[in-house]
């Protein structure tokens, strides 16, 4: 159950309400068992990418997974245009200096330098870009209400984008039904938005590369599951 304090923020922030424009298609997804896995994979694999540092043994491989990959043959999201270009810049990146990358991922990540992109939901979308805003309480009511828990040990508030991914896979892996209503409502609708200015902002082939592809398949999974994610403003 939302708070009155969610419940007054959403009124005054939200445009529009998240919604499934074709149930019979979003049904048809969450029953597919490959559907389900090859978007849990994903999102485990970005997740990682996106929470740990690049010298963690688990982020490491996850980078090292996706330089290899033959992202036409093997990523089941995104066209091939947007393939080959992921596909050249994780390439590119896989000369990178592995502690330059790091030092790029305390900027772009834990703020030990100027950003242009926060990696956490509500700073977008609360009115004194804060973290632990509306929409971070909100996502939390959710997961209390649907008994969702997170396992992981990092420190970072749960509208984090690697935490949000990696919540993304656990949920298309044992808890699908809830899946579209994450992606509208508590995902969607800002992690474009980060996404794009993340992607202007980073100095890494390898995290550019890693946009490029969280974009690409969070715009293909929500055509194919018909959600439409709400609509809020951005501060």
């Not at 009124?11 to 074709?22: G, H, I, L, R, S």
């Not at 090292?64 to 270009?85: I, N």
């Not at 309480?137 to 690697?162: C, F, H, K």
């Amino acid at each position: 159950m939302e708070t009155e304090f969610v419940r007054r923020e959403r009124a005054m922030n939200e445009k529009e309400p998240w919604c499934v424009t074709d149930e019979a298609a979003m049904r048809e997804m969450l029953d597919d068992e490959d559907f389900r896995a090859a978007f849990a994979g994903a999102m485990r694999l970005l997740g990682t990418i996106f929470l740990l540092r690049p010298i963690h043994g688990e982020a490491l491989e996850a980078v090292q997974a996706l330089e290899v990959m033959d992202l036409r043959a093997d990523w089941p999201f995104g066209t091939e245009d947007q393939l080959d270009q992921a596909q050249g810049l994780l390439r590119a990146g896989a000369n990178e200096d592995l502690y330059k990358r790091d030092l790029e991922f305390m900027r772009l990540f834990r703020g030990t330098g100027n950003r242009k992109a926060a990696p956490y939901g509500s700073v977008y979308m609360d009115h004194d870009r804060v973290l632990f805003g509306w929409t971070w309480n909100a996502l939390r009511d959710w997961m209390r209400s649907n008994g969702v828990t997170t396992l992981y040990q990092e420190r970072e508030p749960e509208d984090q984008i690697g935490r949000m991914m990696l919540l993304a896979a656990e949920l298309s892996d044992s808890r699908p039904d809830l899946l579209p209503e994450f992606l509208g409502d508590h995902f969607l609708p800002w992690a474009d938005h980060f996404l794009e200015l993340f992607q202007a902002d980073t100095q890494s082939f390898t995290y550019t590369g890693a946009a490029v592809l969280a974009r690409l398949t969070l715009d293909d999974v929500a055509h194919l599951l018909a959600v439409q994610p709400a609509r809020r403003r951005f501060f």
